[in-house]
């Protein structure tokens, strides 16, 4: 019979434009975010984080936001280039008691239009 | 640096077959954790050990699953018996522990199970 699987957001972008990823997250009492990259048939590579005492963090070509009175968090590729294609996921962390686990958001597809 | 390696890269094996996965954590991380991946559930944490001891195996599906890790350089993931929906992506991720939360992965098994 037919699988069902889990439904990725897709978002598509032409080369050079800026990306914006959006994850929405549960727990308040998170208090460290990761962003992850995976491409086809590897692994999650990690990309940037932050800690719940920021807002606001800076890699090369990304930036990862952090609203906690909403509780979302982005992620933003600056010129983005066919070689950023992958499904990206946003991961949080509880803070004390919560152990080491990270939870996994389900993932959005990004695709680099040429 | 080598990365977090695991081993087999892909297997395929028969229904009630005992599968065992590998894992080598990256030199010096304290935590090493055992995920799958499936299209249905995405991304699943099974088990976390910290200095070799297990500390949360909540995640793992039922007693068909086994995790051992007998030194900080080796860790086993354990189907027995093997069954048609055990077919996922397994990886191993390794973190250093203390202040650092960042989770580094292998490249994962593809496991097939007909």
């Known amino acids: 019979g037919e699988s069902v699987g889990l439904h990725l957001p897709t978002l598509s972008v032409q080369e050079g434009d800026n990306s914006i990823i959006n994850c929405a997250y549960s727990?308040?009492?998170?208090?460290?975010f990761i962003w992850y990259k995976q491409e086809s048939g590897k692994g999650p590579q990690f990309i940037i984080d932050i800690r719940s005492n920021m807002d606001k963090r800076q890699g090369q070509r990304v930036t990862v936001l952090l609203n906690k009175t909403v509780k979302h968090l982005s992620l933003q590729i600056a010129a983005t280039q066919p070689g950023d294609s992958a499904v990206y996921f946003c991961?949080?962390?509880?803070?004390?008691?919560?152990?080491?686990?990270?939870?996994f958001g389900t993932g959005t597809q990004l695709k680099v239009e040429l | 640096d080598a990365g977090v390696i695991q081993s087999p890269r892909h297997e395929v094996t028969e229904m009630g077959q005992e599968v065992t996965l590998r894992c080598k954590p990256i030199s010096g991380h304290d935590y090493l954790f055992w995920y799958r991946q499936t299209m249905m559930r995405g991304l699943e944490l099974l088990i976390y050990?910290?200095?070799?001891?297990?500390?949360?195996d909540s995640g793992m599906p039922e007693d068909r699953f086994s995790a051992k890790m007998p030194n900080a350089s080796f860790s086993t993931l354990k189907i027995q018996p093997s069954e048609p929906r055990d077919s996922a992506v397994y990886f191993c991720?390794?973190?250093?522990?203390?202040?650092?939360?960042?989770?580094?992965f292998g490249p994962g098994t593809r496991l097939t199970v007909l």
């Open positions: 050990f910290n200095n070799n001891v297990p500390i949360d």
């Open positions: 991720a390794s973190t250093e522990g203390g202040n650092t939360d960042t989770q580094y």
């Open positions: 991961a949080e962390k509880e803070g004390a008691g919560g152990g080491n686990k990270l939870t």
């Open positions: 727990n308040s009492a998170s208090d460290y």
